[in-house]
């Protein structure tokens, strides 16, 4: 099989089992490396290049035409954001964004969802305002795999 047609069925089929639910996950470091190397050992192997070889992971991303999985999950974060951002202000999921948290114990603050998405947005330098038109924001948001 052509290595673009496996790079096609990887997008449609593969990436989206393993993103399912990834909008309102509030992932960790950790979890996105799990999912970074998961997600090279399946286009190595579907490229037929081993660890052995080193060919660095942007040329077989490149080969494959896949953005990394990182940058995906962040803009289905964005994008669920976005919609829910959008809804009427009394719609129960956009309350419970702007519930207090509760009172935490010494150390460092849990990640939550919402901090990873304010993160995702400073590094992108959204506002909330971007979010109120769909288009724009999703413009601004997408990370387009390679053409």
Do not use: N
């Not at 960790?28 to 999912?35: A, D, G, N």
């Not at 994008?79 to 519930?99: A, F, N, Q, T």
């Amino acid at each position: 099989m052509p290595v673009k047609t496996k790079g096609k069925v990887y997008k449609t089929a593969v990436r989206p089992a393993l993103l399912y639910g990834s909008e309102v996950w509030a992932s960790k470091k950790t979890h996105e490396q799990k999912l970074h190397t998961t997600e090279m050992r399946m286009l190595r192997w579907a490229g037929g290049v081993t660890l052995k070889d080193k060919v660095e992971s942007k040329y077989i991303r490149g080969s494959f035409k896949v953005a990394p999985i990182t940058d995906k999950i962040s803009e289905t974060r964005l994008r669920w954001y976005g919609h829910v951002m959008r809804r009427p202000d009394d719609y129960v999921v956009k309350k419970c964004l702007s519930m207090a948290a509760r009172k935490r114990g010494r150390g460092r603050p849990q990640t939550t969802w919402m901090t990873k998405v304010q993160r995702d947005m400073k590094r992108l330098g959204l506002s909330d305002e971007d979010a109120k038109t769909r288009s724009t924001w999703r413009r601004m948001i997408t990370k387009a795999d390679p053409a």
